[in-house]
């Protein structure tokens, strides 16, 4: 006698009655990571889970382009428009990195209708830690 197989789904994640699109998310923290090379915002809840997040590579921009200031603005809308609909109002936000698009990101979100509660500026700074590398000679 011979079991019967189990029907296994083809997704290895599949949920049934997900609701993680019904979550409501009134306050939120947005982090604003803006290097030379690329932006990245990655929005959380309160406890620090993260709910959603975007680039300017995600965003469709390639090589240099991804530095650019309007780039930054393309990745924060990305990131923060399907938290509007999910009911965002209120967020924090916490900007890291000595990029271009630190002030471009803040203006998208200010434009998106989210009340900020403050921005704090959270770029780690040496107190005169390890020995920088050796300058370059050209």
Same mark, same amino acid.
């Given at each position: 006698?011979?079991?019967?197989?189990?029907?296994?789904?083809?997704?290895?994640?599949?949920?049934?009655?997900?609701?993680?699109?019904?979550?409501?998310?009134?306050?939120?923290?947005?982090?604003? =990571? +803006?290097?030379?090379? @690329?932006? #990245?915002? *990655?929005?959380? %809840?309160?406890?620090?889970?993260?709910?959603?997040?975007?680039?300017?590579?995600?965003?469709?921009?390639?090589?240099?382009?991804?530095?650019?200031?309007?780039?930054? =603005? +393309?990745?924060?809308? @990305?990131? #923060?428009? *399907?938290?509007? %609909?999910?009911?965002?109002?209120?967020?924090?936000?916490?900007?890291?990195?000595?990029?271009?698009?630190?002030?471009?990101?803040?203006?998208?979100?200010?434009?998106?209708?989210?009340?900020?509660?403050?921005?704090?500026?959270?770029?780690?700074?040496?107190?005169?830690?390890?020995?920088?590398?050796?300058?370059?000679?050209?």
């Amino acid at each position: 006698m011979t079991k019967p197989i189990a029907k296994i789904s083809l997704r290895k994640n599949a949920r049934i009655g997900s609701n993680k699109n019904e979550r409501r998310i009134p306050k939120g923290v947005i982090h604003v =990571q +803006a290097s030379f090379n @690329n932006t #990245i915002v *990655t929005v959380t %809840d309160v406890r620090g889970r993260v709910v959603s997040w975007a680039s300017a590579g995600t965003s469709g921009f390639r090589g240099t382009r991804k530095g650019t200031p309007y780039a930054a =603005q +393309a990745a924060a809308f @990305n990131a #923060i428009r *399907t938290l509007v %609909d999910q009911g965002m109002q209120r967020a924090e936000v916490m900007i890291k990195g000595p990029g271009l698009g630190r002030d471009a990101a803040l203006r998208a979100i200010r434009r998106n209708g989210i009340l900020l509660s403050f921005v704090r500026d959270v770029t780690p700074m040496p107190h005169n830690g390890c020995r920088p590398p050796k300058k370059r000679r050209v």
